[in-house]
């Protein structure tokens, strides 16, 4: 057999296995994942606040919390918190947990199913990925999309081990969204936009532009091409039957209120009308695209003016939170801050993906154009993508979507690369070529290094001392020496509770939820105000000790905002004489007091 008959085969195989060689690929990435992350979930590092608290929902549930009861009663006990999520992401988590509890215990089942669960998206991502660059790129092209994957230096750490909360499933809806715009089987396409779309909403709103960008997309697909109509149809049934699947399933009791943040009636009436109302543009006979235009227009105009009649109090932010709420506490938080006002070592990173794969988006448009199916495929990711760019000029949050709609288009740019160099006939030009397609896919993390290397826009000393404090007082270990001192109610930082409900048996004051406005700003004004009205606000809310956490990001504006409140009086060392210290070993990062009231310590809530 000569070398073109082997590469031939070879070419084959990669074609016709390329569904299991995906999935060997994501179990051998798991398991290396796992394996580096050992400590982390041996230790059970949960750096995220959300993180914590999805765990502290498994765990609700596992002990015979009701199934559409989302509220927190380890915060703000006895009311609890209440918790605007679905239970969608809590059952492969707890499904993990009980598969491992009979033959390791509760305690490292539970480190495992934290490990293992958000690997399991990862494998839907990769799949998609794969199917996506197959159709439109090359049918041995799917590796690329696996070694570009790696240069999403936003996106990747959604899928890693410990990372519980739900933005792996719903980047995994969106990849399988992608897949459907640009599946050439139309019915199954529609439904894969469709459902992936109700299983992202009823996850949670984060991704819902995208959600309705592909229904544009798909209603574009139909203007320009009246056999798109089976698409479309099965897009509009599937999404409103889904989305109506997904709230009787696993809405909460607190999202049959009318409320702008969850899929609630607001927004499941819009799925709803809007899949049945493009059902019927799909069975209109109408053969001109101006026709369908103005047909689709009209409806979205339809859709748009009834949500603003009907619901006029979801036209502003979703949260509907208050003004003093958003100023002193959402505002501030950096993930809901546009890319440009984020520091050059975090932005350039994460926006150098979404370009490249735009750019390759454009071009593969342009070679595209006398290919119609091949056209409206990277017609829609080209749009995708520019749009996921242009969300990160609202919210840097959409970094990992912007980066995961770009794989296709950076793909479809190093293949085209790639297949100019390898057609020369010098080894060192397709060595070269080889070199700069790895160049490409590595191109965020190359980019975060250089900017490192680099000193551009690095951290100051501040920062770093904060990033410090914040990760020693998370810490399992350090929280674990709270343990020693009898159940209490524990009033701390925001940022704080949830990460101390998870590893210590005493309760907390809140945590960074919008619907708990109330207990937020009541944290705040507590830190800020008198020590008197800090004691006040303590008792009202039962809490025997104080916890505080010196140099933690939040308490850095308690400092700046109220120089003379309570928490910068702590931090000079003015302590009423109404807390008593508690001793704690010399390695802890915390200071601890039990609060004297007078007329007594108030009865601690009962949970």
Not at 76 to 86: E, K, M, Q, R, Y
Not at 426 to 436: F, N, R, T, W
Not at 539 to 559: F, S
Request: hydrophobic share 50%.
């Amino acid at each position: 057999m000569n070398d073109r008959s082997v590469k031939l085969e070879l070419l084959d195989r990669l074609d016709r296995y390329w569904l299991r060689r995906t999935l060997l690929l994501w179990a051998v990435i798991a398991g290396v994942y796992l394996s580096q992350r050992w400590p982390q979930i041996h230790w059970l590092v949960l750096n995220d606040t959300d993180d914590n608290m999805r765990l502290m929902q498994v765990r609700g549930l596992l002990a015979g919390q009701g199934w559409y009861d989302l509220r927190q009663y380890r915060l703000n006990p006895p009311a609890g918190l209440d918790i605007h999520w679905s239970r969608l992401v809590d059952l492969p988590i707890a499904g993990l947990f009980l598969l491992f509890k009979p033959f390791t215990g509760a305690a490292l089942a539970e480190r495992l199913a934290c490990g293992i669960a958000p690997l399991l998206p990862l494998s839907i991502v990769m799949v998609a990925l794969a199917a996506t660059v197959r159709r439109l790129v090359s049918p041995v092209a799917w590796p690329l999309a696996i070694l570009f994957m790696f240069g999403c230096s936003a996106m990747l750490p959604m899928f890693m081990p410990m990372r519980i909360d739900h933005h792996g499933w719903q980047l995994a809806c969106l990849s399988l969204t992608v897949a459907g715009l640009t599946d050439p089987r139309k019915r199954r396409g529609g439904a894969m936009v469709g459902l992936s779309s109700a299983a992202s909403l009823t996850i949670g709103l984060e991704l819902l532009p995208y959600c309705a960008m592909a229904g544009g997309l798909v209603a574009l697909r139909w203007v320009w091409d009246r056999a798109e109509a089976r698409r479309l149809a099965v897009y509009g049934a599937t999404l409103a039957g889904g989305s109506a699947i997904g709230f009787i399933a696993f809405a909460s009791h607190a999202n049959y209120a009318m409320r702008c943040d969850a899929l609630t009636p607001v927004w499941l009436s819009v799925t709803v009308a809007g899949g049945a109302a493009l059902f019927g543009l799909s069975r209109l006979p109408l053969k001109s695209r101006l026709a369908r235009l103005a047909a689709g227009a009209g409806v979205g105009v339809v859709i748009a003016g009834g949500f603003a009649a009907l619901f006029p109090n979801c036209l502003s932010r979703p949260e509907g939170v208050s003004d003093e709420l958003a100023r002193t506490w959402l505002n501030n938080v950096r993930e809901a801050k546009p890319i440009y006002q984020h520091p050059l070592r975090l932005a350039v990173p994460i926006a150098i993906v979404p370009a490249l794969g735009l750019i390759g988006a454009c071009v593969a448009c342009w070679r595209s154009r006398r290919n119609a199916e091949q056209f409206a495929g990277w017609a829609a990711i080209a749009l995708f993508t520019a749009f996921a760019g242009a969300m990160l000029l609202w919210q840097i949050r959409a970094g990992p979507a912007a980066q995961l709609l770009a794989i296709a288009g950076e793909v479809s740019l190093a293949w085209l690369i790639l297949s100019w160099f390898f057609a020369q006939r010098s080894i060192a030009i397709k060595v070269g070529g080889a070199a700069l397609m790895v160049v490409l896919a590595l191109a965020g993390l190359f980019s975060a290094s250089l900017v490192q290397r680099l000193r551009l826009d690095p951290p100051d000393a501040r920062t770093l001392a904060v990033n410090r404090a914040s990760a020693r007082c998370m810490s399992f270990s350090a929280l674990q020496e709270l343990n020693r001192i009898p159940a209490a109610t524990m009033f701390t930082h925001v940022d704080l509770g949830p990460r101390l409900v998870v590893t210590t048996h005493h309760d907390g004051i809140t945590g960074p939820y919008h619907r708990n406005g109330q207990a937020i700003l009541d944290v705040h004004h507590a830190f800020q105000g008198s020590p008197d009205a800090f004691r006040g606000i303590a008792g009202r809310h039962g809490a025997t000790y104080l916890l505080t956490c010196p140099n933690m990001a939040e308490t850095t504006l308690y400092r700046s905002r109220a120089p003379n409140g309570f928490y910068a009086q702590l931090s000079k060392g003015k302590v009423p004489d109404w807390l008593e210290p508690v001793a704690l070993s010399k390695r802890a990062p915390f200071k601890l007091w039990r609060i004297r009231y007078d007329g007594g310590v108030p009865a601690t809530p009962a949970r």
